[in-house]
């Protein structure tokens, strides 16, 4: 297994970026895994305490009710939906994190699969009650971080919810930073451009000495 280098890690996204190819890079974070799902340095390898406090308050949700996982990474998130009930969907641009979700949970009723959310099948158009996403626009830089947003936003049934977790910044803070964090006007675009409303917004801080503050927001689309 390769050992994380936080700098030489920067310098490569920045390269992809400029570049203009924003997502060619994702599947080498999951390669120098080497097949241990442990070894992916962004992994939380739980599920996220928010989602679970979400799914916990709203157990009715579930009942034969599709949910899809954005950039699902190793597949804590999506197994704690399927766990609730959700008939779920994974998917993530990296094929080696796809194989690590397989491998990690062979048993599991989560559908893993290779997918771009820039690309997708145009079945899950407004296909679904949950769509969850969690650290991928911000990995993202410029155009893409909006055309993420809109694809999320279009996965979102009438009546479904969007759960959107995030690190966050003050607006003109940390420009440069990679991942580079959401502002507030930035996340507020699932309201202001995709017309969704908000449901609840949580700005806190996570348990990481020093912490890092993050938002997590839910959202829902009304009925045209
Ligand atoms: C920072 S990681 C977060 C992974 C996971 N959601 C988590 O919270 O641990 C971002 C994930 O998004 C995936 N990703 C990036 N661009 C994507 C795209 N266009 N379509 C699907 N997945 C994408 C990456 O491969 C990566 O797994």
């Given at each position: 297994m390769k050992e994380f280098d936080p700098i030489a890690y920067k310098q490569m996204v920045k390269e992809h970026q400029e570049n203009d190819?924003?997502?060619?890079?994702?599947d080498s974070i999951y390669t120098d895994a080497q097949g241990d799902?442990?070894?992916?340095?962004?992994?939380?390898?739980?599920?996220s305490p928010y989602l679970l406090k979400w799914l916990k308050e709203n157990p009715?949700?579930?009942?034969q009710k599709k949910a899809i996982v954005v950039g699902?990474?190793?597949?804590d998130d999506a197994e704690a939906l399927s766990n609730q009930g959700y008939e779920v969907i994974g998917f993530d641009i990296s094929k080696e994190a796809i194989n690590l979700c397989k491998n990690r949970y062979p048993n599991s009723k989560v559908n893993y699969q290779v997918a771009d959310l820039f690309d997708y099948?145009?079945?899950?158009?407004?296909?679904?009650d949950v769509v969850y996403e969690c650290n991928t626009i911000q990995v993202l830089p410029g155009k893409y971080r909006i055309q993420a947003r809109k694809a999320i936003s279009n996965?979102?049934?009438?009546r479904g919810h969007a759960l959107v977790s995030c690190r966050s910044r003050k607006k003109g803070e940390q420009e440069d930073d990679i991942p580079l964090p959401l502002d507030f006007d930035e996340i507020n675009k699932f309201v202001s451009d995709d017309n969704l409303e908000e449901i609840s917004f949580l700005a806190y801080n996570d348990t990481q000495v020093p912490s890092i503050p993050h938002f997590f927001a839910v959202y829902k689309r009304n009925e045209k």
């Open positions: 190819n924003p997502t060619a890079w994702f799902y442990k070894a992916v340095f962004w992994a939380d390898l739980e599920p009715n949700l579930s009942k699902c990474g190793v597949g099948d145009k079945q899950w158009l407004e296909n679904f996965l979102v049934k009438p």
